[in-house]
């Protein structure tokens, strides 16, 4: 889930805004400062509101950051690593979902993903194929989501071919869509049938 990445330096304004919205309990304490029972209430009460949240977390966000970290071990880090095996130091990724991928294939990489501030051109040209496709990039790994505008340019249909899908995520209850990744590769760039096969043997994740 690239979006998610840009949530991160919302906390630290949450962590700075917080004492702020509590303020009330400030005025609430000199009020009633001399109340045993109502603030006896309040630690009480205080006590259970962070054990039941934490259940919840437990119940319902970790599963799911559990069975996410699964993919990102097996399918992420390890296409990543074989990238990295199976091509040269000049060859080059462009990638929606960038992290594991660009660290562990270790080659010049293009953050395609439309709202990312990696690249500033394609941010603010967010279906500009010309800038992609001109660059003859090694491997793309695009989705059904936001890269129809590259599908459909005469280049990459000329340039590229499917090698295989990986998936990273498998839709469930609490995430409802499939995660998966379409890997492409530059027509006149080799790799190996044996080395894709040997990939899309090793896992479930990656097939074709």
Known sequence: ??????TVPIIPLIYLLLPKSLSFLTILGKNYRNDIELWKSIK???ILAIC????????FFYPFVNAYGIG????NITLGKWINKNTSNNASLAVWD?????FYSNIRTIDIYPYS???LHVYNNPTDADYILEQNITILILNDDY?????VDSRFLSNYHLIFYAQVYYADILYIFDYIYQ???FNDYYIPESAINALINSSHRFYI
């Open 117 to 119: 501030l990696q690249d």
């Open 44 to 46: 009480i009460f205080t």
């Open 183 to 185: 890997v492409y590769l």
């Open 147 to 151: 890269f129809d505008y590259i599908k």
């Open 52 to 59: 039941v949240s934490n259940i919840l977390l437990i119940i």
């Open 1 to 6: 889930m690239p979006g998610f990445r840009f």
């Open 98 to 102: 960038v992290g594991a991928l660009p």
């Open 72 to 75: 990102l071990r097996d399918c």
